[in-house]
């Protein structure tokens, strides 16, 4: 993907495994974060330094209970399959760019993990993309 579409980086104080870190976010993306941003900072108390996404309390980010608990009443609320995870989620984002850049390593870096072996289990084969690769290269 061109440079041009990414239009921000997300700081994040605090990542899986421990220090800081950041993210591209896609211009469409970041808008939505402008927006829920302008809102949060019309409520009294807010501060850089609360969490981006508040639990209970409101210093405290969200829980892994509260953010499953948020996923099951949205989940509901549009709709969709009760099988579907937040981990269907994640394989979903990792399969689409993927299908994208046709890049593990670049999935890797995007779900933020230091051995792109560990991505391979988020990719959905693609057996179309398999059979016109190997006709490309051998056909």
Same mark, same amino acid.
């Given at each position: 993907? !061109?440079? #041009?579409?990414?239009?921000?980086?997300? !700081?994040? +104080?605090?990542?899986?495994?421990?220090? $800081?870190?950041?993210?591209?976010?896609?211009?469409?993306?970041?808008? *939505? @974060?402008?927006?829920?941003?302008? $809102?949060?900072?019309?409520?009294? &108390?807010? &501060?850089?330094?609360? +969490?981006?996404? +508040?639990?209970? +309390?409101?210093?405290?980010?969200?829980?892994?209970?509260?953010v499953q608990l948020?996923? $099951?009443?949205?989940?509901?609320?549009?709709?969709?399959?009760? $099988?579907?995870? *937040?981990?269907?989620?994640?394989?979903?984002?990792?399969?689409?760019?993927? #299908?994208?850049?046709?890049?593990?390593?670049?999935?890797?870096?995007?779900?933020g993990h230091r #051995?792109?072996? /560990? /991505?391979?289990?988020? *990719?959905?084969? #693609?057996?179309?993309? @398999?059979?016109?690769?190997?006709?490309?290269?051998?056909?």
């Amino acid at each position: 993907m !061109a440079a #041009d579409t990414w239009s921000k980086r997300l !700081a994040l +104080p605090l990542v899986k495994g421990g220090g $800081e870190g950041s993210k591209h976010v896609p211009r469409r993306l970041a808008r *939505i @974060l402008r927006e829920y941003l302008s $809102e949060r900072k019309a409520q009294p &108390g807010f &501060g850089l330094h609360l +969490p981006l996404f +508040p639990g209970r +309390p409101s210093t405290r980010p969200l829980s892994t209970k509260e953010v499953q608990l948020r996923f $099951e009443k949205w989940k509901r609320a549009a709709g969709l399959r009760r $099988e579907l995870t *937040i981990h269907s989620f994640r394989s979903g984002f990792a399969t689409r760019l993927h #299908d994208v850049s046709r890049s593990p390593l670049l999935v890797s870096r995007a779900l933020g993990h230091r #051995d792109p072996r /560990t /991505t391979v289990r988020y *990719i959905a084969e #693609d057996e179309a993309a @398999l059979k016109e690769a190997l006709e490309k290269a051998f056909g």
